[in-house]
DNA sequence: CTGAAAGCGCTTACAG
DNA sequence: CTGAAAGCGCTTACAG
């Protein structure tokens, strides 16, 4: 394998290598013809630049380390959320988003909160240009101080939409709130009363999924009935767990608003054992990506993420310099809406 | 930010920036004293070597690029494997594995032949120490050109068993051919003999499935129904229509073994459409790693690929200099056995 | 607009 | 065992 470098270019189209470099790097002091010269010869010969050479040089390493933040005291329960579609997706999207401006991807998870310094090396060593950390919980004060530094880091769902306001810090936000306030509306629009919440953790996007459950019920009137609210860590079995719970009670609920895909697969489960059925029994409505696997004949109401607009911002956020350092994705409305419409008390 | 390098570090602890070098590297030829006192500066004062100048002097980076292959014809359907839960998992088992050795892992995808030269070029500018390629069709003569050459990659599912003994290329194969055999049996065994088979692409993980499928039916001499045998590209789509086509034939199938898992969902999707329950009507079999998904009361009974040790052999091939360059994984079988006993004609 | 040259921070023959 | 020096392949003032 024939290796070419600036200095093979040069020669061959007769030009100094500052000028090839002049022309890799689109600089506009360079005449037309030279342009031509060295990009015929690139056309013939091919040419790929040394990145490390590039970033010794001076020029950030086209590396964006994405963080997988995943921090469980229950290891069995290792990667709940990560393991869904929904992430899977986003990678893909992440991948060929950072194509178009030839940045790669370095993926990486997070099991202890040590393992962040690994993050700040790969920032002092030069090895990436950027990062993005997703999957913290809420008010995490390592990850604060870290991403409060001069790194050039765009956090998901790390602030709330207040605390934004007030910050440097690149961040990104599903319309959690607002989503699930309209899924849960969408049940009450039904006439569905007696709706139960499983919801995810201490994340901010379960946060707001809660408290957009209990602003639809309050909007609407309804008393919250804390025995329909459950806690299930984003995880199937605890989803299922919960479920049964829910169901064993004297008051059971028509409805069931899921925090997200995974513990729907476990409320599933349980309604299955139960012998109930959905939605005829019960309604459910979730949030996240999964009518992947929901579109085969499981009647779910499921609010999606734009994924690929998640990766977009992102790549965004992080390679432009923009003004604006925040930025807010809405929820979409799965067509399907397979809630089972109530009549009369 | 100081940021020290092997410079400062030299000047401090009164040695020469090859000394410095040598003890970062930990080669052998340093006297005890120098070690000491180099090592005492660094942690007194902290040193973190620049990656990028480490590759343009030739040292490889810890980093191992996986290669995503999805080179699809049919844009529409674009990742249609990868999507699979099955692929996230093992990303993210291949995450942890390559992190016990202290390596990261490089994220990317091949959506175009031609994009296999931005590999070469990685380990050609010391960006990458090894390789990971997963996805391609069988037969692809670019990928296997790139992967005769010197380069420390592994390959999954590149060569047949026969073909893997008489090359050093570093390939890991699942025992599809078995495990397609054993799935086709266990319908077998359970009396049934109309059944179908929905296939992937041209990879060779489909082709084996295909060819076990087929040894089933001779081994049990059931002659073969070529309109049992459908292709579905691992399209949850595709899946959908071929399964619509097989059940509008005269000839009915009792049972499906299904390919993969993401196309089982849109089996069952046409499955519930058509008023057909599962077993009751159809019994199915399918390999992949749907248990997670499955297990919600749909009765699937599936062939699992034993991910850990995918990602833990890949690591292994790539790290270890190991006399044997392949592997081969066994497939688990699904406790849930959820086949529809036939009895009678 | 263009080129010669310095410099980025390492590693590694080479000479001792 | 140790150091001076060259070299990896770029980019970027600098001078013209």
Redesign the interface.
């Known amino acids: 394998?024939v290796?070419f470098t600036t200095k093979d270019i040069a020669k061959l189209a007769g030009v100094s290598r500052a000028t090839v470099s002049r022309v890799i790097n689109n600089y506009p002091n360079v005449s037309a013809d030279k342009i031509k010269r060295v990009n015929d010869i690139i056309n013939e010969y091919?040419y790929?630049a040394?990145?490390?050479?590039?970033?010794?040089a001076g020029k950030a390493?086209n590396?964006i380390e994405l963080v997988i933040i995943d921090i469980n005291k229950d290891s069995k329960e290792e990667?709940a959320g990560?393991?869904?579609?929904y992430?899977?997706?986003f990678?893909?999207q992440l991948?060929?988003e950072a194509?178009k401006f030839d940045y790669?991807?370095?993926?990486?998870?997070v099991n202890n909160l040590s393992e962040l310094k690994l993050l700040e090396?790969n920032f002092?060593?030069?090895?990436i240009s950027g990062a993005i950390i997703i999957g913290m919980e809420y008010g995490n004060k390592e990850i604060y101080e870290l991403v409060a530094k001069?790194y050039n880091i765009v956090t998901i769902d790390l602030l709330t939409e207040e605390e934004t306001k007030s910050t440097a810090i690149k961040t990104i936000n599903s319309k959690d709130l607002e989503g699930a306030f309209q899924a849960c509306n969408l049940l009450i629009t039904n006439n569905h009363k007696e709706i139960a919440y499983i919801g995810g953790d201490n994340r901010l996007s379960s946060i707001n999924r809660h408290q957009g459950y209990l602003k639809a019920m309050k909007n609407a009137n309804i008393k919250i009935n804390q025995n329909f609210i459950k806690t299930a860590n984003y995880s199937k079995n605890l989803a299922y767990l919960k479920t049964i719970e829910l169901f064993s009670q004297e008051k059971k609920p028509s409805a069931i608003f899921v925090a997200n895909d995974i513990m729907t697969?476990?409320v599933?489960?349980a309604?299955?054992?139960l012998n109930l059925k959905i939605p005829d029994d019960v309604s459910i409505v979730t949030i996240d990506n999964g009518d992947?696997?929901f579109?085969?004949?499981l009647k779910i109401t499921n609010f999606a993420i734009n994924l690929n607009l998640l990766a977009q911002e992102s790549i965004a956020l992080l390679l432009k310099s923009q003004s604006k350092k925040q930025k807010e994705l809405t929820l979409e409305f799965n067509p399907g809406n397979t809630i089972k419409k109530l009549v009369g008390e």
Chains 1, 2 share one sequence.
């Open positions: 394998m290796k091919g790929l040394n990145s490390s050479a590039r970033a010794l390493n590396i990667f990560i393991k869904s579609p992430f899977n997706t990678v893909i991948i060929q194509k790669l991807i370095l993926i990486n998870t090396n002092n060593t030069n090895l001069e697969l476990g599933i489960k309604l299955n054992e992947f696997y579109d085969n004949g």
